[in-house]
């Protein structure tokens, strides 16, 4: 039996059964996703502090900023998140005496810490002399930085009480005079996007007596 009639391919026969494979190659196969693994519970701290005054207990994700813990966690949103990166100084709050970026610390590192924001160093109707001062000069023009300047122009007049020195201190040894370049150096980290400078020195110049 001759079958050689029955296979007959021409030559486009073989060219489009060549194209047709390949087409079927170049066809991505789909593979199964692997199965996704849930993402691990956060891990959680409790974290004793106290602020403006009044005790906090807090069970905290360990990821948790101390800015956040203050504006989410016990609402005191008078601290303010500008940049969230450590640039801006719109967080700045005391702790145990020293002004911060609160954005650039974990609340767990603040075990047992007395922190001071804005809503602790005075009310509408009592305010702290910074904050008067602030009102009365001007300080301000939208208030969105204003929490930060007012904790850190507190923290400077202390700083400048107990000697510590800054960058521009020409004289290490003597206490620092209340001088301009003083002021600005040690405010350089609190930025004000009004540009309300001038009106915040002259606040914290007269809080200082006058001084600067
Ligand atoms: Fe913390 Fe800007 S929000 S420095
Ligand atoms: Fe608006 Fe300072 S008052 S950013």
């Known amino acids: 039996m001759d079958l050689s009639n029955d296979w007959k391919f021409t030559r486009r026969d073989v060219l489009k059964l060549g194209a047709v494979s390949m087409s079927a190659l170049a066809i991505p196969r789909i593979v199964a996703a692997p199965a996704t693994e849930p993402a691990p519970p956060p891990v959680m701290a409790k974290v004793a ?45 005391i702790v145990d005496g020293r002004r911060i970026n609160s954005c650039l610390t974990l609340a767990v590192m603040h075990q047992d810490s007395k922190i001071t924001t804005i809503e602790g160093l005075g009310t ?25 300047q007012i904790c850190s122009a507190v923290a400077v007049l202390d700083e400048i009480e107990r000697d510590i020195p800054s960058h521009v201190t020409a ?15 040690r405010m350089s980290g609190n930025i004000c996007r009004c540009g309300a400078y001038s009106n915040i020195h002259d606040a914290i110049a007269d809080v200082a007596g006058g001084a600067a």
């Open 49 to 93: 502090m106290e602020v403006n005054g009044k005790p906090q207990a807090l069970d905290l994700d360990t990821r948790t900023t101390l800015l956040d813990a203050l504006r989410e966690h016990m609402h005191l949103t008078g601290t303010k998140k500008g940049c969230d990166h450590g640039q801006c100084g719109a967080c700045t709050v």
């Open 124 to 148: 509408p109707e009592k305010m702290h002399p910074m904050q008067a001062a602030f009102v009365k000069h001007d300080g301000y023009q939208c208030g969105y930085c204003t929490p930060g």
């Open 171 to 185: 004289d290490l040894g003597k206490k620092a005079a209340l001088s301009r370049m003083e002021v600005r150096e």
